[in-house]
């Protein structure tokens, strides 16, 4: 039997290539412009109960009420948020795994930890700011103190008498915490719990003294007089809690910490699917529901383009690679 293919085979060769091919991508284009066509996970690298848990869940909901299919918050802590982002910089990048990102897991954990086994500059992309959550500070109503100064002036006449809790290494809170530290001189140690809930029960028991978290998860503490707060890191007061000075205004000029949280997909996840994620992000913020929330709690919503939200994260983490250095923060 003659191996030699004649013109007619060629072209008909050919022809079943270029079909096959158009088809893949007929296909792969329709797959991407029907997105979503199944459940989406969203990943929130801390424990429920803390201000990323409560963000992502009050868009999350709303998300889900706006698309075919619904997005299902999971909570991975542990690590630093590292296990969590090792996960989806591993994940397809189909648009159908999201991550909370936020100033930990975004701006410090790239100056703290060695080897994460991903960059995230490169292996993540910033899809939209959900929202920028006013730092405070808060005691436990037993410590003998009514604002910073008077908590700055306890501090250093009993070295080593006060603790304060975190959800964690390199969560918002520590990072506050550390900067409030840097700033007045105060010399108190730091207790690493595995979300602010664990570190909540805590503080509201009296076994730690200090802490530092977003408006969602302390406000309602404050108001019922089981936590004192003592200041707040915006450099205006804020709506909710108008009689609390500013950090700025307790003597220490300049100072401001905010926690921000936004979502961030896998890199190469194509970029109509980051688009129609971030307008369906924009359309849940501004929802009755989500902006209510929100507001009540002195959030300021996000929803921005994904260019907006880069150009956060690379200017925090100018900031946050000098507090890692001089506060010398250290992975567990």
């Known amino acids: 039997m003659s191996n030699r293919v ?13 079909a096959t091919t158009l088809g893949g991508y007929l296909n792969n284009s329709l797959s991407q412009s029907a997105w979503p066509q199944k459940p989406i996970r969203f990943i929130v690298p801390f424990v429920p ?11 999350g909901q709303e998300l889900s009420r706006q698309l075919p299919y619904p997005v299902i918050l ?21 648009g159908y795994t999201m991550i909370l990102g936020h100033v930990g897991s975004m701006a410090v954990n790239p100056y703290i930890f060695s080897n994460t ?18 730092s405070l500070f808060v005691v436990n109503p037993e410590l003998p103190v009514e604002n910073l100064q008077e ?14 809790g975190s959800a964690g290494n ?36 009296g076994r730690i003294q200090v802490f530092s978290a977003g408006t969602p998860a302390l406000l309602q503490y404050i108001r019922s007089g089981k936590l004192r707060a003592i200041a707040v890191g915006t450099p205006q007061r804020i709506p909710s809690l108008p009689n609390v000075p500013t950090v700025a205004e307790s003597g220490y000029k300049g100072f401001e910490s905010v926690q921000w949280y936004g979502i961030l997909v896998p890199a190469k996840t194509p970029a109509n699917i980051i688009k129609r994620i971030q307008e369906e992000s924009y359309k849940a913020l501004r929802t009755p529901a989500v902006a ?12 921005g383009t994904p260019a907006e939200f880069t150009a956060l994260i690379s200017q925090q983490q100018r900031i946050w690679k000098n507090v890692v250095t001089q506060a010398n923060i250290r992975a567990d």
């Open 6 to 18: 004649t013109n007619q085979q060629r072209r008909l060769l050919l022809h079943g290539c270029l």
């Open 49 to 59: 109960g803390g201000t990323s848990d409560i963000v992502a869940r009050t868009v």
């Open 74 to 94: 999971e909570n991975k802590a542990g690590g630093g948020g590292v296990p969590a982002m090792q996960e989806v910089a591993k994940s397809p990048p189909d």
């Open 117 to 134: 086994g991903y960059d995230v500059n490169k292996d993540f992309a910033p899809v939209t700011l959900l929202a920028k959550v006013p």
């Open 151 to 164: 908590l700055v002036a306890y501090a250093k006449n009993n070295p080593g008498k006060l603790n304060y």
């Open 170 to 205: 390199a969560s918002a809170g520590h990072l506050a915490m550390e900067y409030l530290k840097l700033t007045t001189g105060m010399d108190i140690t730091h207790i690493p719990y595995k979300g602010t809930g664990p570190a909540l029960t805590d503080l509201l028991a």
């Open 292 to 303: 209510e929330r929100f507001a009540s709690e002195d959030a300021v919503i996000g929803g």
